[in-house]
T-cell receptor, first 108, second 114 residues
Framework: LAKTTQPISMDSYEGQEVNITCSHN???????ITWYQQFPSQGPRFIIQ???TKVTNEVASLFIPADRKSSTLSLPRVSLSDTAVYYC?????????FGAGTRLTVKP | GAVVSQHPSRVICKSGTSVKIECRSL??????MFWYRQFPKQSLMLMAT?????????EQGVEKDKFLINHASLTLSTLTVTSAHPEDSSFYIC??????????FGEGSWLTVV
């Protein structure tokens, strides 16, 4: 079971790019890397998923180096509404556990 | 659109009573659903895996007789907190896995035991 390590918290300002890195040194060959966003009193929301290299969608990019022992979620031009907790999950479908997550605070 | 729906979103019950939370998979059949518990400012903790047509698998430290899980159909799993106590007050979230590796979560249910 791949354990993940993320910064506990990060602060940013509106309009900036935010990069959140997750370490997962014992990632297994079949494991995918998935990032979720959670607002207070809501269930986590899927942001992006990748296996290797770079993945981009309409809200974020995910950078995964060749050794896959870490990954970086990149949020372009954050707004106040991006203030949330971000979780990095590593594993296969039915075997994903949550780490502590990163509490991102976006300031005006 | 939403993939998973939970009900109720908020519930208050008296200490000693039981309360049921429903989790529905909206547009596909889920043989497996997951139940999490989350205390304020903490991460999600996996409580159990709900298996359609068979017994749920509970994580270590989770009392199976207190948190009854029923997965009677491919679209519905229920979590019943029996003989609830104030310390059971928490945010309960269910999820399903779709496409092999992507988890979709319900909106969550706030339980307050008074």
């Amino acid at each position: 079971l791949a354990k993940t390590t993320q910064p506990i918290s990060m602060d940013s300002y509106e309009g900036q790019e935010v990069n959140i890195t997750c370490s997962h040194n014992n990632i297994a060959t079949n494991d995918y890397i998935t990032w979720y966003q959670q607002f207070p009193s809501q269930g986590p929301r899927f942001i992006i998923q990748g296996y290797k290299t770079k993945v981009t969608n309409e809200v974020a990019s995910l950078f995964i180096p060749a050794d896959r022992k870490s990954s970086t979620l990149s949020l372009p031009r954050v707004s106040l509404s991006d203030t949330a907790v971000y979780y990095c999950l590593v594993g296969e479908g039915n075997d994903m556990r949550f780490g502590a997550g990163t509490r991102l605070t976006v300031k005006p | 659109g939403a993939v998973v729906s939970q009900h109720p979103s908020r519930v208050i019950c008296k200490s000693g009573t039981s309360v049921k939370i429903e989790c529905r998979s909206l547009d596909f059949q889920a043989t497996t659903m997951f139940w999490y518990r989350q205390f304020p400012k903490q991460s999600l903790m996996l409580m159990a895996t709900s298996n359609e047509g068979s017994k749920a698998t509970y994580e270590q430290g989770v009392e199976k007789d207190k948190f009854l899980i029923n997965h009677a159909s491919l679209t519905l799993s229920t979590l019943t907190v029996t003989s609830a106590h104030p310390e059971d007050s928490s945010f309960y979230i269910c999820s399903v896995v779709r496409g092999g590796n992507t988890i979709y979560f319900g909106e969550g249910s706030w339980l307050t035991v008074v």
